[in-house]
């Protein structure tokens, strides 16, 4: 079944302790990005990748960072997280380019 | 960069009723426009879209209609029904900007049997 899978699906941390959100897709896909959902916010890009070893930042980086070292992952590492960073964070996977993207279920992260 | 302004951003209808939501966007040169459909507790799923070489596009009871000169697109549902209600986000895309997809607010369209 084609899908992006996004791990964990919930997460309650704190301030300053690092963490990792997987994402992986099974379509051979040369598009990955993240995005988090807030309120009245809509959907914003945080950073893309094109193909392995090549990524962007979006619109909201800050406090974030990527890696794509594998055509099928693309992990989000929040190296300190902080409160304004809790947030409903989606991975999407496209054949190229950001048109007609696919996503994952969803991470929802609570940071104290 | 691109900025996408989506209104209303809540709309209640009664069932079978049609529904409109517009977006506007600010960069003359954005050439691709999604819609997505978002359930509660679900993940967005791309619904229509549309390319600035053309001027409306239809999917049964979905269409989606391009202005170009005002720069704003709209989403018509027609025969509205309750699976309708849920999240829907327009977005915009130059592609000669770079590869970034830029997101409305978003509208609760809620459907009343």
């Known amino acids: 079944e084609a899908q992006v899978t996004q791990n964990p699906r919930y997460l309650i941390t704190v301030t300053g302790k690092k963490l990792t959100v997987t994402c992986s897709q099974n379509m051979n896909h040369e598009y990955m990005s993240w995005y988090r959902q807030d309120p009245g916010l809509g959907l914003r890009q945080i950073y893309y990748s094109m193909n392995v070893e090549v990524t962007d930042k979006g619109d909201v980086p800050e406090g974030y960072k990527v890696s794509r070292k594998e055509k099928r992952n693309f992990p989000l590492i929040l190296e300190s997280p902080s409160p304004n960073q809790t947030s409903l964070y989606f991975c999407a996977s496209s054949i190229a380019g950001p048109e007609t993207q696919y996503f994952g279920p969803g991470t929802r992260l609570l940071v104290l | 960069g691109e900025n996408v302004e989506q209104h209303p951003s809540t709309l209640s209808v009664q069932e079978g009723d049609s529904a409109v939501i517009k977006c506007t966007y600010s960069d003359s040169a954005s050439n691709y426009f999604p819609w997505y459909k978002q359930e509660l507790g679900k993940r967005p799923q791309l619904i229509i879209d549309?390319?600035?070489?053309?001027g409306e596009k239809k999917d049964q009871r979905i269409a989606v209609t391009l202005n170009k000169t005002a720069k704003h697109f709209s989403l018509h549902i027609t025969e509205t029904q309750p699976e309708d209600s849920a999240v829907y986000f327009c977005a915009a895309r130059n592609t000669d900007a770079g590869n970034m997809l830029t997101f409305g607010g978003g509208t609760r369209l809620m459907v009343k049997p």
């Open positions: 549309i390319r600035s070489n053309v």
